[in-house]
Structures are given as C-alpha cells and as structure tokens.
C-alpha cells in the first residue's frame, strides 16, 4: 500500500536504531531503517513512538465539580453522597462542556482511547449519557470513546435505574457496568448487571470492593457470574482495593481464580490512595490492588483515571502517564523491566482489556503517541513530554 504518511527517525521499543514507520488507510504498514515514498513526513527526531494510551475506566460525566460540593472526610461515603447531590441539577450542556474539556487534555497527553462509565439513575436521568454521546461523535476523528451506563446508586434499591440502563443500551451504550457495594443486596445487583450485558450482547465493567476490610468480598460472586455464562474476557473490575489488604496465601488463590475466570483488574491510584486508609492510625495503608503480583499470577491489569477534579478525587489532568508514575511510585518499582510493566499498563494492557488491537505493528491503527524519551520505562520516569499523537494516522489536532 502507498504511504500516505512517514513518521520518519523514530525510536521503536525492541530495535536498536531509529525507524521509519509507514502510515496507509489509518494503518501501519511498514517499519524499515529508511522509508522513500512520495508522502509527508514527520521528523521523529529518535523520539520514542508507541501506540496511543488507552483510559479504560474514566468518569467524563462528573468531572470538574469540585466547587459544587462540599469536601470535609475525603472518604467514599461522603464522594458518593455529595456527587449524587451535584448530578440532579447537571444538564446535557453543563456535562458536554466539562467532560469536553477533560476529553480535549487526555488527548494532548497521549490518549487515543478511552472508556467512560456515565451514571444514569432517577436523579440525572438520562442527560449526562445524551451528551457523552454527543462528546464521542465530536470528538471521535481524535479519540475512540466507549460509554458504559453505569449503576452507581444501586439496582435493587432503585428499580427506575433498571429501565434507564435498559434504554441507554437501546440508544448507545457500548456496555453496562454495576456498582455493588452501593446496593443492599450486592449479589443480586451482580446478577442483574450480567442479565443485562447477557441481553444486549455487551461486556460488564464493576466498581467493587472498594474498601481495605479483607472479608465480604464480591469477587467470587462475579467470578461465578462470569463462569456460568461463558463471559471470560468480557469482565472487568475497578478498584478491587480489597485485595490490597489480603494474606499472601489468599491474593495467591484469588489471583489465580481471577485469572481463570479471565476477569481483568484495574486500579485508580488517584483516587484509591485520596480516598482508602485514613483509618489506618500512623501506618496508613496504601490501598492499591497489587497489580504487579496479579499480573505475574497472569490476571490482566492496567491503570487508569477515575476521576478528575470532584470528591472522589480533587485533582487531576487526564495524564494516564502520571498515573503509571503514580502507580509506580507507590508500588515501589524501580528496576528498568518492572518500569516498563507500568508503562504497558497504560497501553497494551488496557487495550488488549478493552479487545483493541495496539502497538506500533504492521496492521494495527496507527493511533500512536511521540514521547521525548528513550523507552517506555523512561517515560514513565520522568513523565516524559508528549511531541505529538496520531489518530488512525491523522496528527491531533484540537478543534472547538
């Protein structure tokens, strides 16, 4: 295929010297020492080129209210009950215009693909999903977006939220996502959850166990789920924090039940470190699912936003990679390979987990991110700069 564009002099993890990529039909199609083709290009300058970032659990609806709510505990109870007031007066332009704004950084920092859950519940009805779905059309030659109507209240306590769900999967809703730790009756909001992904042919995506008291996990209910109705890597879970607090012995077994199950796991470090251990007297814990120790136990994991700038985390720029210095940080990484892991999950990890295929690899979309360092376990360092991004091969350029 002719190239329509060269991304010339780049530094491709697992080559030794600098490559030309070729970009053709929204893909890559070549990768050689030297490309000549009568095409624009762009002067990598050895600058490290990687597929896109890939958010795979980020809350565009409620970002941006921090000034709306009152932040006292800095605890989940209060997160939850102060955002459900604030939504009952969002409107579909107040929604579209904060969320945009938080669409437009996670592109300038490198993401060309996320997944953001959007409430729908008899307090904000239906309006926050109308304009995410207006956000994923305006915004869709720059960043793939997935919607996931999502439960946050409960199902069981709130039998209008089940309908609502139902249309937004009639109307546009990739997937459904649950929120059982918010429901008096946690397994049967987990069932229903399923029936409804079951019913519309989509994936599930669940806030669970989200809290440092090892006992009353909901895990084993959604593996059982997931293991009754064939779903294996159509599940995800967020936050999972639980397992933070585990026995060795007990993470190990979870771990690989997990793993069986091919249920993915994510972790929010923002949010999970603001929100998680301030009961835990002088040695507060840290309060992150131990991806490095699942992923090793061969359960897919990644990182990811959560939110941006309202109770549940008052703070934020949509940067996935500060998230993976963050997450490293914490975790206490500091060997090159185990760098490199937390860049991955950011990228190839996220994507695999939302069934995208990514890289910079003949075949694969040329949604692709020009980092100012020398690898990936470099970027995450040092928060590398990002140079430029790429959609389907079109450089990003942000409009209005």
């Given at each position: 295929?002719?190239?329509?564009?060269?991304?010339?002099?780049?530094?491709?993890?697992?080559?030794?010297?600098?490559?030309?990529?070729?970009?053709?039909?929204?893909?890559?199609?070549?990768?050689?020492?030297?490309i000549v083709a009568e095409a624009p290009r762009y002067d990598a300058r050895g600058a490290l080129l990687e597929g896109g970032f890939v958010d795979c659990h980020i809350h565009l609806d409620k970002a941006d209210i921090l000034e709306r709510t009152t932040l006292i505990e800095g605890t989940l109870a209060e997160a939850v009950r102060e955002t459900a007031l604030a939504k009952a007066a969002f409107t579909v332009e107040d929604v579209y215009r904060r969320a945009a704004g938080v669409v437009r950084l996670a592109i300038g920092h490198g993401t060309t693909a996320l997944r953001s859950f959007v409430e729908v519940d008899p307090?904000?009805?239906?309006?926050?999903?109308?304009?995410?779905?207006?956000?994923?059309?305006?915004?869709?030659?720059?960043?793939?977006?997935?919607?996931?109507?999502?439960?946050?209240?409960?199902?069981?306590?709130?039998?209008?939220?089940?309908?609502?769900?139902?249309?937004?999967?009639?109307?546009?809703?990739?997937?459904?996502?649950?929120?059982?730790?918010?429901?008096?009756?946690?397994?049967?909001?987990?069932?229903?959850?399923?029936?409804?992904?079951?019913?519309?042919?989509?994936?599930?995506?669940?806030?669970?166990?989200?809290?440092?008291?090892?006992?009353?996990?909901?895990?084993?209910?959604?593996?059982?789920?997931?293991?009754?109705?064939?779903?294996?890597?159509?599940?995800?879970?967020?936050?999972?924090?639980?397992?933070?607090?585990?026995?060795?012995?007990?993470?190990?077994?979870?771990?690989?039940?997990?793993?069986?199950?091919?249920?993915?796991?994510?972790?929010?470090?923002?949010?999970?470190?603001?929100?998680?251990?301030?009961?835990?007297?002088?040695?507060?814990?840290?309060?992150?699912?131990?991806?490095?120790?699942?992923?090793?136990?061969?359960?897919?994991?990644?990182?990811?936003?959560?939110?941006?700038?309202?109770?549940?985390?008052?703070?934020?720029?949509?940067?996935?990679?500060?998230?993976?210095?963050?997450?490293?940080?914490?975790?206490?990484?500091?060997?090159?390979?185990?760098?490199?892991?937390?860049?991955?999950?950011?990228?190839?990890?996220?994507?695999?987990?939302?069934?995208?295929?990514?890289?910079?690899?003949?075949?694969?979309?040329?949604?692709?991110?020009?980092?100012?360092?020398?690898?990936?376990?470099?970027?995450?360092?040092?928060?590398?700069?990002?140079?430029?991004?790429?959609?389907?091969?079109?450089?990003?350029?942000?409009?209005?």
């Open positions: 295929m002719t190239p329509e564009l060269v991304i010339a002099n780049a530094r491709l993890n697992g080559h030794a010297e600098p490559c030309d990529v070729a970009v053709a039909g929204g893909k890559v199609v070549g990768i050689e020492p030297s307090r904000v009805g239906l309006r926050s999903f109308e304009a995410i779905k207006e956000i994923k059309a305006h915004f869709a030659h720059a960043i793939d977006i997935e919607i996931c109507a999502f439960a946050q209240e409960g199902l069981t306590n709130e039998p209008e939220t089940e309908s609502l769900l139902v249309t937004a999967l009639q109307n546009g809703a990739d997937l459904v996502g649950g929120c059982p730790y918010t429901d008096p009756s946690p397994a049967e909001h987990i069932r229903r959850i399923f029936a409804l992904a079951e019913r519309f042919g989509t994936s599930v995506d669940f806030h669970v166990d989200f809290d440092l008291d090892p006992e009353g996990s909901d895990l084993p209910a959604i593996i059982a789920e997931t293991e009754r109705l064939g779903f294996g890597g159509k599940v995800i879970c967020g936050h999972a924090t639980k397992l933070a607090a585990f026995t060795a012995p007990a993470l190990d077994d979870m771990a690989c039940r997990l793993a069986a199950a091919g249920i993915g796991v994510v972790t929010l470090p923002a949010t999970d470190l603001f929100l998680l251990g301030r009961d835990g007297g002088s040695m507060a814990p840290r309060g992150l699912a131990p991806l490095m120790q699942l992923g090793r136990l061969g359960v897919r994991t990644a990182v990811a936003t959560n939110n941006v700038l309202n109770p549940f985390t008052p703070y934020g720029d949509a940067s996935l990679l500060r998230m993976a210095n963050l997450f490293a940080n914490v975790a206490q990484l500091g060997r090159n390979l185990d760098l490199e892991r937390a860049f991955w999950l950011i990228g190839r990890n996220p994507a695999a987990l939302l069934g995208r295929r990514h890289g910079v690899a003949i075949g694969c979309a040329a949604d692709l991110v020009l980092l100012d360092a020398s690898s990936p376990g470099d970027a995450v360092r040092r928060i590398a700069p990002i140079l430029a991004s790429w959609k389907a091969g079109a450089q990003n350029q942000l409009r209005a």
